[in-house]
Nanobody
Framework: VQLVESGGGLVQPGGSLTLSCAASGIIFSFDRMGWYRQAPGKERELVASITTGSSTNYAYSVKGRFTISRDNFKNTVYLQMNSLKLEDTAVYYC???????WGQGTQVTVSS
């Protein structure tokens, strides 16, 4: 199984980015797909997750700004990030389960 992430980059505060993560090498849909992030010197934390039934869960710090969605046919999960803040700067990791797999991470930098 491979998780291929894309969409990270540099953006100014208040800007938007969309991350995507495509899972390949598997024929079934993962029960849960999500995004975690890790900022320098901090622990990895859950940003958002979504189940096959489209039930979502968000970290309090991103509620109302980020939207997670998925395409079960393509085994792809997306994270639309709006109104980005300096504190959103981190490496963002795609996570799927079960079985559990992690993406390689994509850097998101919010800076003026």
């Amino acid at each position: 199984v491979q998780l291929v992430e894309s969409g990270g980059g540099l953006v100014q505060p208040g800007g938007s980015l969309t991350l995507s993560c495509a899972a390949s090498g598997i024929i079934f849909s993962f029960d849960r797909m999500g995004w975690y992030r890790q900022a320098p010197g901090k622990e990895r934390e859950l940003v958002a997750s979504i189940t096959t039934g489209s039930s979502t869960n968000y970290a309090y710090s991103v509620k109302g700004r980020f939207t997670i969605s998925r395409d079960n046919f393509k085994n792809t999960v997306y994270l639309q990030m709006n109104s980005l803040k300096l504190e959103d700067t981190a490496v963002y990791y795609c996570n799927v389960r079960w079985p559990e797999y992690w993406g390689q991470g994509t850097q998101v930098t919010v800076s003026s």
